[in-house]
T-cell receptor, first 113, second 108 residues
Framework: NAGVMQNPRHLVRRRGQEARLRCSPM?????VYWYRQLPEEGLKFMVY????????ESGMPKERFSAEFPKEGPSILRIQQVVRGDSAAYFC???????????FGAGTRLSVL | AQRVTQPEKLLSVFKGAPVELKCNYS??????LFWYVQYSRQRLQLLLR??SRESIKGFTADLNKGETSFHLKKPFAQEEDSAMYYC??????????FGTGTRLQVFP
């Protein structure tokens, strides 16, 4: 089992561009969580998805951010019209069922120029 | 509001010394707490969870509801314990609330 795979590891975007972050959960896991870590801070919950459903998006900014977890393929976190404040490390985690141990990917470090 | 506080950004000890990484939480319900560890250039991984009541790599953590604490302890630190340690609380049935982390440095 390859574990939770995130790509790219590093992503550089200019202000106003779009950023797409991908997350493939562990085999057999249908629950995906996205977290954001700003410099000098802990990880902050953004969104929880099951296949084709958003279960909890209470941590997502109201604008420019969206997430999906289609029936086939990885989960995508999409940030439109990026701004410098979006620069952070974005982590994805997966679990086989809710309220279970979450297994983390290595993260995507987004830098906005 | 739900919150996890790790008051120390950095904890430095010598090899063989005891270690205690502090974690305090604020939660109105019955908490479920975890310690995650991130070694250099590796991903975040679970170290232990309070409901398991087990010792992993010599680390233990006891939930103290009276003091709302879940401190991580190890009697004799090893150099390979050097890492970032995050305390986390499950909120609802899904999200984890993390502390800001403590970097443990173990000197030879």
């Amino acid at each position: 089992n390859a574990g939770v795979m995130q790509n790219p590891r590093h992503l550089v975007r200019r202000r106003g561009q779009e950023a797409r972050l991908r997350c493939s959960p562990m085999k057999g896991h249908s629950h995906v969580y996205w977290y954001r870590q700003l410099p000098e801070e802990g990880l902050k919950f953004m969104v929880y998805l099951q296949k084709e459903n958003i279960i909890d998006e209470s941590g997502m900014p109201k604008e420019r951010f969206s997430a999906e977890f289609p029936k086939e393929g990885p989960s995508i976190l999409r940030i439109q019209q990026v701004v410098r404040g979006d620069s952070a490390a974005y982590f994805c985690a997966s679990s086989p069922e809710p309220a279970n141990i979450q297994y983390f990917g290595a993260g995507t470090r987004l830098s906005v120029l | 509001a739900q919150r996890v506080t790790q008051p120390e950004k950095l904890l430095s000890v010598f090899k063989g010394a005891p270690v205690e990484l502090k974690c305090n939480y604020s939660y109105s319900g019955s908490p479920e707490l975890f310690w995650y560890v991130q070694y250099s250039r590796q991903r975040l991984q679970l170290l232990l969870r309070h409901i398991s009541r087990e010792s992993i790599k010599g680390f233990t953590a006891d939930l103290n509801k009276g003091e709302t604490s879940f401190h991580l302890k190890k009697p004799f630190a090893q150099e390979e314990d050097s890492a970032m340690y995050y305390c986390a609380l499950v909120y609802g049935t899904d999200k984890l609330i993390f502390g800001t982390g403590t970097r443990l440095q173990v000197f030879p």
